[in-house]
C-alpha cells in the first residue's frame, strides 16, 4: 500500500476472479490477488489511456501496439500488432474493445476487427471524448463542449443536442440509466430515459465516482478527500437558517429554527411563516394535530391558531395535550395547566384543588408546581396522572395527591428528557442514561447494545412504536416492538442532529446543515466494516506480514497495529483481543495497536474482535511462534554443567594460587616490617653513637667547669629531652611534621653550642597555617643533619650555618637541607685519609627509604645537590626530600 501511495492510481477495476486492477501514472499495470500486489508483466499503457477488461480478456493500449492477456494466464501476452498511433480513447462495447482514432472506430475482439469511418462534423463537435458505455451504447461526450453528445451502436454515431449546466468534465461514468459527469465544479447527473439533469456538490472539484455493491456512491475529489452518499435520493434543504425543532400537521413539516424563524413545508417546498425579532432559538415547539394549534416557546410562550393567537412570557420547556383544549406543560418557575377556554380551566381547578388559578393574556394556568424548575412532562391518561422531570426529582400529581417516583435504594431521580410509551415512561437521566418507569413505577435502565453505551446520549424522542436515541455519533431508531436498532444518520463534530419527525415513508433530521430528508425503508442501515491488520513490528521493527517465520527467543515484544475501515465517518466500535484462550480484553475505542511485551515461547494465536451496529461481531487472526532460547536444549544443559565444573576446578585453583600469593604478600611484609624495625634500631644506634654523647657530655662538662651552671643546666635538660624524645619517637612509624621538626630544633641547639658562636642555623616554614598537620616517618631529618654537620661544616674554617626550608605544592611536601660547608668531593677525600670509616648514616637511610616506598607508597625521594660558586669552588650541599602530603592520625585519636 505504500508502493500505491507513492506512485497514485487511476483506472480502478475489479475481474471476474475478484481481483482489483489499478494502473499507475507511469502506465503499468498492477493487480491485488491474496492481499498481493503483482504487476502485469512486460507491459506499459500508452499515455493515460486506461486498459478494457471484457469476456475474460484485458486489452492494453501500448505505444507502439494492442496486446492482451486472457485472464486465466496472465503470463503468456499477445500481441495483435495493430497501430496504437493517433488513438484518442478507448471504451467496451458488448464484449469487444473499442478505440478511437481521429478519423475512424475500431472495433476488436481476439478473432475479428470492424472499422467505421467518423463523420467529420463528430471531429469538430468531439475533439476530446469521453467515453461510457450504457444500454449497448456508447455515450460519447466532449471535456469541453456542453451542448452536444453522441450515441454509437457499432453502426453509426449519432448526434444528440443538450445543454449541461457544467462545461469542462474530467471523467464519465454510468450506472443504470444515468450517466454522471465528474467536473470541477460538481457533479452532473443525466437521465438518459427522462433527460433530466441534476447538479451536486457545486463548487467541489470533483475526479471520480464510484458506485458499490449496496447502492451506495463514492466520490473522491482533487482537494477535499473522498465523500460517501448513502442515497442521492437523501436531502438536505439549507434554509438559511438553523433547524433546531420540528414537528408536524398531516403531511406538512413545521421547523423552528435557532433565530426565531417558523418554516413549513409540503413536498419539499419550505416557506417561511414567522419571522420573531428576538432572535431567540426556539426551546419547545409541538402542534395539536387535532385543535389545530401550534404550541411554541422560544423567549415568549406562543400560542398559534388560524384566527387567533396568545403570547405570554411564562418559561415553558414542554406540554403535552391532556384533553380538548387543555395541556400539561413543564417550565421554569412553575409547572401545571393551561387552557384557552374559562370553563375548562374551572374543570382544571376543581380536579387539581391543590392548583393555583392565573389568567395571562387570555391563557388560563393552573399551576401545580411553584419554585420548581421543570423540564419535561408526559401525561398518563389511563391513570389520568401528570409526571413532571423537575430538579427536585420526578414528580406525579393525580387530583389532590402529590407523590415523589423514587428508585429501588429510595433516591431521587432526575431526568432531562420524559417520553410516554405503552404504559411506561422513557427517561434520559442528568448521567446521559435511559431509564424505563413501569406502570408499578418501578425504575430499571433500559439495555441498549454495547457499542452504543460507549457514547453520550444526548436525547430521546419517541415516534409512534420508535424511540429515537441522539448520541454524540449517530442518531439511532429502536423499535420498541419488535426490539431491535438501526442508525438512521451518522453525526460528527460539524454535522449535528437535534430532532426528528416523520411524514409517511421519509425521517425529517433537523440538523446543524439544514434539514435532512431520509427515505425510511431505502437504506442499509447499519454497514459492515472491515478490520485489517496493518503493521506488525517485533522488537520496534517492521516485519513482512502475514509471512512470518519462527521467531527467536528474543524477538517477544510484538506490536501488532490494526484498522477498521468504515463507510460512515465518527463510528464507535468496541474492541477487544485475546491471546490463545485467555479471556477477552477489551481496549479503548479509539487504540489501533495491541503491544505484546516479554512473551514467553511457544505458539499464539492473537484474535481481535470488533463490536458495532451490525449483526455479528468481526474477527481478525495473527499466528505466530516464538522458539525456545537454545540454553534451555538438553545439549546445552549437558555443555553448560561440564564448563561449570570446568570453572569451579579453574577457580579453584586460582583462588589457591591466589592464597598462596597473599601468604607470600604477607610474610614478605613481615620481612619488610622487620627490616624497618631494624634500620630504625639501626638509626637510632647512628643517632644515638657514643661520639655524639661524648661531644655533648663534654660540652655540658666545660660549662660546669668553667662555673656556668646556667647554660650547663639548660644544655643538660636539652640533651635529657632530645634522648627521651628519640626513644619516644623510635617507637612509631610515622609522626607529625611537626613533632618531626621540634626533634630536630632541640639537637641543633646541642650541636650548636660545640660549635660555640661561629655555627648558625635556620628552619624556615612557608604555609604554616597548615603545612605542619601533615604525616612524616619519624625520625628521618635527624641523620641527614647530622651529616650535613659531620661532613659538611666540621672541616669548614669560619661562619657555619644550616638552612632547613620546608614547603609544599598540591600532592607533595618539599624539605630542604642547605649547608655553606666543604661540599661532598672534599668529604669524601678527608674521610678516604680516615683509617676504619664505615659511612653508616647514608646506607642507613637509603635502606630505610626503600623499605617505605615499598610497604606505604609514600613516593619518597631524597637528591643531593652539589653546590658551587660563579668560580666552580664548593659552596656547600643541598638535600631535598620530597614524599606525598598524608594527613596525620595522632595515636590519641
Known sequence: MDQIRKNGVSNIQFDSNNRIWYQDFNGRIYYIENDVIKILPKTIAKGYIKYIITNNLIYIIEQNTLSYFSLSNLKNKIDLKHSTKGVIDVFELNGRLGIFYENYVKLVDKNNINVIKIDPEFKKDIENPLATTLKNKVYLFDKHNSKVFYTFDEQKLLKHTIDFPIEFKQNITSFGNEIWMSTTSGIVRYNVITKRTELYFKKKNISQIFKDKNNHYWISTLNEGIFFIESFNTKIFDLKSTPVLLAKNNNTLIVSTEDEKIFTSNNDNYKLMYNYTSNHSFLMTKFDENQDRLLATSSSFKWIEKNKSYENHTSIKDIVPIGKNNYAFAGSIRSGLVTNDPIVHQENLKNFPNGIGQEIKGLYFTNLLVEYNARSVVYEPNKQSIYFATNNGLIRIKNKEETEIKDSFGKSIYLKDISFYDDKIFGLTKDDVIVVINSKNQISNFELPSYIKNTTVEKIKILENMLFIFSTNAVYEYDLIHQNISKMINLTPYFKATDVERIGSYLYFATSLGVLKKNKFNFTSNYHPWLEIDKVYI????????????????????????????????????????????????????????????????????????????????????????????????????????????????????????????????????????????????????????HFFFNALNTIQSYILTDDKKLALFYLSKFSKLTRQILNLSEKDFISLKEEIETNEIYLDIEKARFNDNFEYQIEIKNKTDILKWRFPSLLLQPLIENAIKHGLLHKNGDKKIDIIINQNETHLIISIIDNGIGRTESEKINKSRKNHESFATKAIENRVNILNQSYQLDLQITYIDLYNNNGQPTGTRVDIKLLKLAYESDYN
Open 539 to 690: 522488537n520496534s521493527t517492521e516485519v513482512d506480514y502475514p509471512i512470518l517465520e519462527e521467531l527467536n527467543h528474543s524477538e517477544n515484544n510484538i506490536d501488532i497495529h490494526f484498522k477498521v475501515i468504515s463507510k460512515t465517518p465518527n463510528e464507535v466500535y468496541n474492541i477487544f483481543y485475546k491471546i490463545n484462550n485467555s479471556n477477552w480484553i477489551k481496549k479503548d475505542h479509539k487504540s489501533r495497536t495491541i503491544n505484546l511485551s516479554s512473551l514467553a515461547p511457544g505458539s499464539y494465536v492473537v484474535k481481535i474482535l470488533i463490536e458495532g451496529d451490525y449483526k455479528s461481531s468481526i474477527t481478525k487472526e495473527f499466528n505466530f511462534t516464538i522458539a525456545k532460547p537454545f540454553w534451555s536444549k538438553l545439549w546445552f544443559n549437558t555443555l553448560l554443567i561440564a564448563c561449570i565444573a570446568g570453572l569451579i576446578f579453574y577457580f579453584t585453583r586460582i583462588r589457591i594460587k591466589k592464597i598462596k600469593n597473599n601468604n607470600k604478600q604477607y610474610l614478605n611484609q613481615i620481612n619488610l616490617k622487620n627490616e624497618l624495625n631494624t634500620q630504625k634500631l639501626k638509626s637510632i644506634k647512628s643517632q644515638m653513637n657514643p
